[in-house]
């Protein structure tokens, strides 16, 4: 994968890889598993399982299980642009299930753009962090994935200047918080999603860790066709937001 051309069609044959040295993802490559495919950071080993930059375009990755084995992370998108990552599965991971964003986390600049992600999994994380992080980036998709099992963790995090984000027919339970945005992020929609036995389901108008760029609020926040069952706290908290509207959305049983 390292040595991958670009447009080069990559078939991992079904079975377990132990990771040790972060594999390098090239632009253009289409990776795809074949069976049951599962990429496992190898113990002792540090580093995320996969690590996409230089910049990477036009990259397909399709049925593969990313098995952090308590070891950092599953993958980083930096400088990235039209990325697909379907069927997947996410697990194991103490700090991030997938990132889409920038080290330069300080930065206004956007560095990806058009990002799909569907019909995943995201599971067991083991503290803090986000099944999957967003920053910095323009036009992502979630659709149709599941974020689950993480007692202090966090389904999604739209961390700071991202924009243009559709969460749409995904599930989160057994989470602390299913999804929040920070001050410097616009026009994010949630729809048909089903949030449940999480503490917070999805709470707004946060504080990155860099601060609020000198924004005083989150501007087009929509939450459409959601259903919010059983959470321990509240279910939704919109924060200070301008220009948001609730639509078709049911509340059950929620503190």
Not at 168 to 193: H, Q, V
Not at 198 to 210: C, E, F
Request: proline share 1%.
């Amino acid at each position: 994968i390292d040595n991958a051309l670009p447009g080069q069609q990559i078939i991992l044959q079904q079975g377990n890889y132990n990771i040790g040295n972060t594999i390098l993802g090239r632009t253009g490559i289409s990776l795809t598993g074949r069976g049951k495919v599962t990429l496992k950071k190898k113990n002792g080993s540090t580093g995320h399982i996969m690590y996409f930059d230089t910049p990477s375009m036009n990259v397909e990755i399709t049925g593969i299980a990313f098995d952090s084995n308590a070891i950092d992370s599953g993958i980083w998108f930096e400088n990235v642009e039209n990325i697909r990552v379907d069927e997947c599965h996410f697990y194991n991971h103490p700090w991030w299930g997938l990132v889409i964003g920038t080290k330069n986390n300080k930065s206004k600049k956007t560095y990806n753009k058009n990002i799909v992600i569907n019909n995943c999994i995201f599971e067991k994380s083991s503290q803090t962090y986000e099944h999957v992080l967003i920053l910095n980036t323009d036009n992502v998709i979630v659709s149709n994935s599941s974020f689950s099992d993480s007692a202090d963790g966090i389904g999604i995090g739209v961390y700071q200047n991202a924009c243009n984000i559709l969460i749409k027919e995904c599930s989160f339970f057994r989470i602390k918080t299913a999804s929040y945005y920070s001050l410097s992020c616009r026009s994010i929609r949630y729809e048909n999603c089903h949030i449940y036995d999480t503490y917070t389901g999805i709470q707004g108008a946060n504080l990155s860790d860099n601060g609020s760029f000198g924004y005083e609020n989150v501007e087009g926040i929509a939450v459409v066709g959601c259903q919010f069952n059983g959470n321990r706290d509240a279910g939704l908290v919109l924060g200070a937001v301008s220009g948001a509207f609730v639509e078709n959305s049911k509340f059950n049983g929620n503190k």
